[in-house]
Nanobody, 125 residues
């Protein structure tokens, strides 16, 4: 299974970006998916997660109401729409897949067994 994240870039405070993650492999439609981020000097933190059929989602409190996670199992992609961006949203964003936590949402990075390479998001004030 390989994950490829894209869509990062430089945006001003209040702007929007849409991240996409393309997944290769037969396990995508049975995997829970998540987005994490890591700011310089900080630990990786949970951002959002979605169940294998997209029926349920979970967000970190810091992004709730601003970010939306979605998936298209026909195209093997998972997206993260980010609106009203703030400087504290700056970081490297990673998509991840969990073969074990596909129905139960999880915020724990250790429960995701496949990771993409990350895409940089920079929000300038």
């Amino acid at each position: 299974v390989q994950l490829q994240a894209s869509g990062g870039g430089l945006v001003q405070t209040g702007g929007s970006l849409k991240l996409s993650c393309a997944i290769s492999g037969r396990t995508f439609s049975s995997s829970g998916m998540g987005w994490f981020r890591q700011a310089p000097g900080k630990e990786r933190e949970f951002v959002a997660a979605i169940t294998h059929r997209g029926g349920r989602t979970l967000y970190a409190d810091s992004v709730k109401g601003r970010f939306t996670i979605s998936r298209d199992n026909a195209r093997n992609t998972v997206d993260l729409q980010m609106n009203s961006l703030r400087s504290e949203d700056t970081g490297v964003y990673y998509c991840a897949a969990s073969s074990s936590y596909s129905v139960i949402l999880t915020t724990m990075a250790g429960r995701y067994n496949y990771w993409g390479q990350g895409t940089q998001v920079t929000v300038s004030s």
